[in-house]
């Protein structure tokens, strides 16, 4: 839940979720999930480190997807409270779904004095293994429960993006996005081009793919405004990709306040390494070396 006023002082909550504690332990969707140890997709399940190949969960048409069969989306956690703030641990142990080493896992989630929700992810490991951590929670400016999405204003800073194959796993090029519908360097309706006739768009039924986030270091990678309540959400990040994910296949069925959530009815913009980095050598990597540490920071801000 995330309850935030709109341009007329009403109160909106824009944030998907389910009705109950018992939906959320078979989450289909990711709705609202942290997301491990590898964010996105994985081809084949496999990758190499130090020489010796590693098989990890499948779940996904031969592929692994967000961490695999059982990732950090079905983990429990332990978890302190604070004033403003709840702090989640987790341990992966040593070949959990078939990933090296033993990681220790922490997710900060607090709302600071500029209304905004600040995640901050931190991991270690015993052995070189792979690290690539988001939230995969679903937006809508007009309230969770308003439908479409089609006239929310997106704006990403990015000049390229990853095209993807028939399996929406990145081929490896880097591409433009100037002339193709995957420009949004300037604000623009999603609904503009979610169904245009691009096969990269018509092979997901919207988009599903990564953005290169301009700049370095902690920046600006997207704003998004919903045109009915003017709410406004800016995302920043230190992580060099996002992914742009129109809910082109959110699972039926009833969510909170009793309302069924339907294809396009929410956003989401996953902060992230690259999808399958590992058979990428020229991506950002996710390798994540013993000992040392994983950081990994996503602000939003609602106005």
């Known amino acids: 839940k995330r309850i935030v006023k709109d341009k007329n002082g009403a109160e909106h909550d824009v944030v998907l979720g389910r009705a109950s504690l018992e939906e959320y332990l078979n989450n289909t969707g990711y709705i609202g999930a ?25 779940n996904e048409n031969g592929n692994s997807l967000h961490g695999g069969v059982n990732g950090f989306d079905k983990k429990l956690y332990s978890v302190q409270e604070y004033d403003n703030a709840v702090l989640m641990c987790c ?16 997710i900060r989630y607090s709302i600071t004095g500029n209304d905004a929700l600040k995640i901050e ?4 490991c015993d052995k070189d293994t792979v690290c ?16 479409k999405i089609y006239s929310h204003e997106l704006t990403i800073n990015a000049d390229f993006y990853t095209p993807n194959d028939s399996e929406c796993m990145p081929t490896g090029e ?30 997901v039924s919207g988009f599903d793919h990564n953005y290169v986030i301009n700049g370095s270091g902690y920046r600006l990678a997207a704003t998004v405004k919903g045109n009915e309540t003017g709410i406004t959400m800016e995302v920043y990040t230190n992580q060099p990709g996002m992914q742009l994910y129109t809910a082109n296949a959110l699972p039926s069925g ?3 306040s009793g309302y069924e959530y339907q294809m396009h009815d ?20 996710p390798v994540l070396r013993k000992n040392r540490v994983y950081s990994h920071i996503t602000e939003y801000k609602f106005s």
């Open 91 to 106: 341990v992966s142990p040593d070949g959990e779904e078939g990933f090296p080493g033993t990681m220790i896992v922490s």
């Open 174 to 203: 880097v591409a433009p996005v100037e002339g193709t519908p995957f420009d949004f360097r300037k604000p623009k309706d999603i609904g503009r081009d979610i169904d245009a006739n691009h096969k990269q768009i018509q092979a």
């Open 254 to 256: 009833v969510n909170k």
């Open 34 to 58: 942290a997301i491990g140890r590898h964010a996105n997709r994985i081809a084949g399940g496999k990758f190499t480190i130090n020489g010796t190949e590693y098989s990890v969960g499948i």
């Open 121 to 124: 992810y931190n991991a270690v």
């Open 132 to 147: 690539n951590l988001t939230n995969h929670s679903y937006f809508n400016l007009n309230g969770h429960d308003s439908g």
């Open 266 to 285: 929410a956003l989401c913009l996953e902060t992230q390494l690259f999808p399958n980095s590992m058979a990428n050598p020229h991506f950002p990597t």
